[in-house]
């Protein structure tokens, strides 16, 4: 349980990481809060050769609020995301899901980036940012380019983070008036990840629902309204697509039976939420 | 930029305890082992190395965090709070340390210098924490003897007492 060696370089401006990076290539990662990261050197699944610390680069610790969304750094930290005075009023969801990512031990120190850029399965800030159609802005010593979380998460563990590339933000849209937002989870134990975590978005004309924990990426599809008599088939469909695997935590087809009755349950809170 | 090599040991100036520590180590070591093996403070424990269990929990820079999240070479400059830093004079226990012993908060006490530095975190913010809260604090941290509720109700003495030194203060 001891990482192999690596370089660690800490970084004091964004050139100079982005210059690493670029010369490191397949060798180099970036660590930023490292909740998710340290464990994955530790058990020497990930194995990098240079390791390039970004929480000394005062540009990447910002909150931004502009243009219909919430610009996080890939500095900012879980726990100072959710001491954001303005997040329940302008981020409801997110505001819901995050105290169920890890622990207050935890959120002290991993980062919004950094979630996504691990892109767990069962993770919640993934599924909130594919929920609410987000963007994650990338970085390289080349350039920049800005993908919607629909394209950003490949698959388990899987992201389109290319070699010299890292995330510099995330964009969550903002709370549009008339939607309502709703998330739930279950999981073993609080902190534990999900088993199947729901989270719905009711807009003025319909509602949609993002599920987490069950195929290798959040999946999202549009929802009838919940007076509807074909919400159970829609669910039903939605939990079979899914292709539910069996793991310890659960049978697959308890995960398909979560689908249908916590999609529900969060899709009635998210349209009763509208405003 | 600090480029810190795999090949040697390099500089780690930190705080622990309010007292300025300067040592050497590799940037892989986890802030755990750096404490234990290195600097010798072996109050904090070690149990998962993965951020599970939450034996090894300090507190950095104000917050409670586990020390084996945290890579040697991500250590410089922090301040640092462990277990030996509660006692308020030496051979005498902290309210809370107190509170555990008389409520039996702990039995083997692996899991306690994690416990106890959670909760002192969470009491210096919010002094009036509600057992909701701690609760939730706590459900970052395994224990394997007590089933918790000596745990909580050490927890709630010690946030009482506190409550009323504040209160007198």
């Not at chain 1, 996080?72 to 995050?98: C, I, K, M, N, Y």
């Not at chain 1, 933000?169 to 008339?178: D, E, I, R, T």
């Not at chain 1, 599809?221 to 509807?228: A, D, E, F, V």
């Not at chain 2, 507190?59 to 999240?69: S, T, V």
Request: aromatic share 4%.
């Amino acid at each position: 349980m001891k990482p192999a060696p690596f370089d660690f370089l800490r970084a004091e401006t964004l050139p100079e990481a982005l210059d690493s990076l670029a010369e490191a290539g397949d060798e180099g990662r970036v660590i930023a809060g490292g909740q998710s990261f340290v464990p994955m050197l530790a058990m020497r699944l990930a194995r990098p050769a240079v390791l390039v610390d970004i929480m000394g680069i005062a540009e990447l610790r910002g909150l931004d609020r502009g243009r219909g969304a919430l610009r996080v750094g890939a500095g900012v930290r879980q726990a100072e995301l959710a001491s954001w005075p303005d997040l329940a009023e302008t981020l409801p969801l997110v505001a819901a899901a995050l105290p169920y990512v890890g622990h207050v031990q935890t959120r002290s120190r991993g980062t919004v980036c950094g979630s996504l850029a691990h892109a767990d399965p069962s993770a919640e800030l993934p599924l909130c940012l594919i929920a609410l159609g987000g963007e994650v802005h990338l970085r390289s010593r080349k350039g920049r380019r800005s993908i919607s979380a629909q394209d950003f998460f490949l698959g388990m563990m899987a992201t389109a983070v290319a070699p010299g590339e890292m995330i510099e933000a995330v964009s969550f849209p903002l709370k549009k008036k008339g939607e309502g937002y709703a998330f739930r989870e279950i999981a073993r134990r609080h902190g534990d990840y999900a088993v199947v975590a729901c989270a719905a978005v009711a807009t003025t004309t319909g509602v949609r629902l993002a599920v987490g924990g069950v195929a290798d990426t959040p999946q999202m599809r549009p929802m009838p309204l919940p007076g509807s008599v074909d919400l159970d088939d829609a669910l039903n469909d939605f939990a079979w697509a899914l292709n539910s695997r069996e793991d310890l935590h659960a049978t697959a087809r308890y995960r398909r039976e979560l689908v249908r009755q916590l999609g529900r349950a969060t899709i009635e809170e998210a349209v009763r939420c509208r405003d | 930029m600090p480029r810190l090599t795999r090949d040697r040991r390099h500089g780690v100036r930190f705080s622990l305890n309010g007292h300025p520590v300067s040592v050497e180590a590799e940037a892989r070591l986890s802030l755990s082992d750096l404490l234990r093996h290195v600097v010798g403070a072996t109050g904090t424990h070690v149990g998962c190395e993965h951020g599970v269990c939450g034996a090894c929990t300090v507190e950095i820079d104000g917050a409670p965090a586990r020390a084996c999240l945290v890579l040697a070479g991500q250590v410089e400059g922090m301040s640092i709070r462990t277990v030996e830093g509660l006692e308020p004079e030496p051979g005498r226990l902290s309210v809370l340390q107190e509170a555990f012993r008389a409520h039996h908060g702990l039995q083997c006490g692996f899991c306690t210098p994690g416990i106890l530095m959670t909760l002192d975190s969470l009491f210096r913010r919010r002094p009036d924490a509600g057992e909701d809260e701690i609760r939730d604090h706590l459900s970052g941290h395994l224990c394997r003897c007590t089933g918790y509720a000596p745990i909580m109700r050490a927890a709630l003495a010690a946030r009482d007492v506190l409550m009323r030194e504040e209160r007198h203060a």
